[in-house]
């Protein structure tokens, strides 16, 4: 039995530079906070990076592509964490093995 799951839920925000005369120290995400260039946060289960090139984020919760039927996959947004659990059992893993595309 095979369960693909994949990660690949990102977005990208360019930078925005306001005054070309003065140089950027860092991202602006979009509620306004400024992010240092090389620096690196988790918002709403995303993790976030800034570059000289902008803000790039990854959804933490992969979307399921394929699942065996007896697996089902349980997400707790509040932890930004997942299981594979079998639908049977919720408190034991799903023992099949699993590919993660990144």
């Not at 003065?22 to 240092?36: F, M």
């Not at 933490?60 to 932890?79: F, Q």
Request: charged share 30%; proline share 2%; with cysteine.
């Amino acid at each position: 039995m095979l369960v693909v799951v994949c990660r690949a839920q990102c977005f990208f925000q360019g930078l925005e530079t306001k005054d070309h005369k003065t140089p950027t120290k860092g991202c602006v995400d979009k509620e306004g906070k400024q992010h240092v260039f090389g620096s690196s946060w988790v918002k709403d289960c995303y993790d976030c990076s800034c570059s000289m090139r902008g803000i790039r984020c990854c959804n933490r919760i992969p979307e399921v592509v394929d699942l065996s039927a007896e697996c089902e996959l349980v997400v707790d947004r509040k932890a930004c964490s997942y299981r594979l659990v079998m639908k049977s059992d919720k408190t034991k893993d799903c023992n099949s093995s699993f590919s993660m595309v990144l």
